[in-house]
């Protein structure tokens, strides 16, 4: 069990892990709270935006859309390796998906294949939406990778978690696709590798 991060802690340790940081409007106090409980969490998820243009992308995440308001994570990582803080609190991010994953990622083992959509992982986990069309095609620059890895590692360092608590929205429900471009082992890999 652990208590959210406080948006000043966030900060800190971001930029502990030398990630380049920027805050987003009233990040610090944008959040779907009023919608159900933030926490205790649990790890990190990581997703693509289907976008690009990293301003209208920000803006997006931020603000959300018509059906789904922001926001839409708690940061979102660009092209040029930035994480744009967005929110702090619940997001809109992870959605349903399936209580066996959590419970994996609670006790840091292989995740199973998500088959149920039982669980509402916007009260369980960060999220970090990454700049990507999501197409496979669209590149991610090392820049970007390395933000993604330090900003995830920046979490589970404050936590005491391993990389095993770091995974992918298609890991969560078989819902979705992302990220797509890049495997989440690859991924936990480059964060246990950080963590030594």
């Not at 969490?41 to 289907?50: D, E, L, P, Q």
Request: net charge negative; charged share 30%; proline share 5%.
């Amino acid at each position: 069990m652990a208590t959210p991060i406080t948006a000043t802690a966030f900060v800190a340790a971001l930029k502990k892990e030398g990630v380049r940081v920027e805050e987003v409007r009233d990040w610090r106090n944008h959040n779907r709270n009023h919608k159900g409980p933030w926490g205790p969490v649990h790890g990190v998820m990581i997703h693509h935006t289907v976008t690009s243009g990293s301003k209208e992308t920000v803006d997006l995440i931020y603000d959300g859309r018509a059906d789904l308001p922001g926001p839409l994570s708690h940061g979102c990582i660009t092209k040029d390796g930035t994480v744009h803080l967005t929110g702090h609190g619940r997001a809109n991010h992870a959605g349903l998906g399936d209580d066996d994953v959590l419970r994996a990622v609670i006790a840091e083992r292989g995740l199973p294949t998500p088959n149920e959509r039982n669980t509402d992982g916007n009260r369980y986990f960060y999220g970090f939406e990454c700049e990507n069309l999501g197409d496979g095609e669209d590149p991610w620059p090392e820049e970007q990778l390395d933000a993604i890895e330090r900003a995830a590692a920046a979490l589970c360092r404050h936590h005491g978690w391993g990389a095993r608590s770091v995974v992918g929205h298609l890991e969560w429900t078989d819902q979705k696709s992302d990220p797509r471009g890049f495997t989440m082992d690859a991924l936990r890999e480059r964060i246990a590798d950080r963590l030594k």
